[in-house]
């Protein structure tokens, strides 16, 4: 049975390692879904000359890019350089919460 990398890994990962974050077993998919729907959230709730969805644009676009051209995780974690890829799920929905606050606080 010939087993890929990624899926070689993804079996191998028992842990993450910290309390109250499981091993997600498909994490990709679900990154790719949070950042389109940040940005279609940015697009359409905050003014394009704020500050907010400026930078959150650019980072979310970047790490967008990222996942979207790697296939493996650890070229993921590697790559954008902010801890294993379930804190990556958990910052993306955060961040997700954080435009809908954004739009219901602008003055």
Request: proline residues 6%.
């Amino acid at each position: 049975m010939f087993v890929t990398r990624s899926l070689f890994q993804a079996a191998q990962k028992v842990t993450t390692g910290i309390y109250g974050f499981p091993v997600h077993p498909n994490p990709r998919p679900v990154l790719i879904d949070l950042y389109k729907k940040t940005l279609t959230g940015l697009e359409t709730k905050i003014p394009a000359h704020a500050v907010y969805r400026q930078a959150a644009t650019a980072i979310t676009q970047h790490r967008l890019k990222v996942v979207e051209k790697n296939s493996d995780v650890s070229k993921i974690e590697q790559e954008i350089d902010n801890g294993q890829i379930e804190e990556l799920i958990w910052a993306a929905e955060d961040e997700l919460k954080l435009v809908d606050k954004m739009a219901e606080w602008k003055p």
